[in-house]
């Protein structure tokens, strides 16, 4: 994935957690909104910003890819 420089607010990333929805395994989307009912780091926010971007179009693998860091995300950072 590449970097960006801009700072995605969590409404940002609610935003992009509902956008793809429907493309998540739902025992991820729902670990993610509870996640996301918590203040984070800017870090933390940009990176998951990312993961979900574009998810819906990404690879099965890249998908699988994704999850696994989100869970490692949440998990570090709880």
Do not use: I
Not at 41 to 70: A, P
């Amino acid at each position: 994935m590449s970097t960006c420089n801009l700072n995605h607010s969590q409404q940002d990333v609610n935003l992009k957690l509902n956008a793809q929805l429907e493309f998540l395994p739902p025992t991820l989307s729902q670990a993610l909104n509870l996640f996301l009912d918590n203040d984070h780091s800017q870090e933390t926010l940009n990176e998951l910003f990312h993961l979900l971007k574009k998810y819906d179009l990404s690879s099965k693998e890249e998908q699988q890819s994704r999850n696994q860091k989100m869970n490692h995300l949440m998990l570090e950072r709880e």
